[in-house]
């Protein structure tokens, strides 16, 4: 009977945590993060903000570094599914780059507080072998924009005298920027506030006069 009542014991302290529990400390620990930074936040610190003891936290995860890289996977992964989509998707490239802008809209919907991590973290991250995904990540995110930025050069969608590389660093930079004031919810949906861009980017902002 002891031996059956431990056996039962054990088979409760290793049942797996709830999928549910686990997805909101991981939405918890991207806040702290984005709000205090990666080095300044502490195990303590995200177990006060999900109002539990530093000690319950580790039962689901083993240390902030395995928090931090399932966020950051976690993001990137949905990223990659709309990118690869939209590539694949025969479109010209107008059409690309203004699907790829509005997925990048909606992930930052999604994950906006990863995003911001992801902007301001990612240089110091890279260096270690953990975050090497990082890197490998950026390599693909700058050829998929190029690549249809020159696709659309070429075939006379955008100017040929178009910088493709500055025109990249410009759309990149506008858009993900946005993870820094935009919160889900909000009066815009992602899709609006992609089409706002993509007007003012593709059409400017200035009046046109009629010929």
């Not at 002891?2 to 909101?24: F, G, N």
């Not at 990223?79 to 939209?86: C, F, I, S, T």
């Amino acid at each position: 009977m002891p031996t059956k009542k431990k056996s039962q014991a054990t088979a409760v302290t290793a049942a797996p945590p709830a999928p549910d529990r686990r997805s909101e400390l991981l939405g918890t620990a991207a806040e702290v993060f984005a709000e205090q930074g990666y080095n300044a936040t502490t195990v303590r610190k995200i177990a006060d903000h999900a109002g539990m003891l530093a000690g319950s936290l580790y039962y689901h995860f083993d240390s902030k570094e395995s928090m931090l890289e399932e966020i950051l996977r976690t993001f990137l992964d949905e990223l990659w599914d709309g990118y690869d989509a939209v590539l694949g998707a025969g479109l010209g490239p107008r059409e690309t780059l203004e699907a790829l802008v509005t997925e990048s809209f909606r992930e930052i919907d999604r994950h906006r507080a990863a995003v911001a991590i992801y902007q301001k973290e990612s240089k110091q991250l890279v260096a270690q072998e953990r975050f090497a995904f990082l890197a490998e990540s950026q390599r693909r995110f700058e050829k998929a924009w190029l690549s249809t930025l020159e696709r659309g050069v070429a075939e006379r969608a955008f100017r040929v005298d178009l910088d493709v590389r500055l025109t990249y660093r410009f759309v990149r930079d506008t858009v993900w920027v946005a993870a820094s004031w935009y919160r889900p919810g909000g009066q815009h949906s992602p899709e609006e506030i992609a089409r706002q861009y993509l007007s003012m980017v593709l059409d400017g902002i200035a009046v046109r006069e009629e010929p």
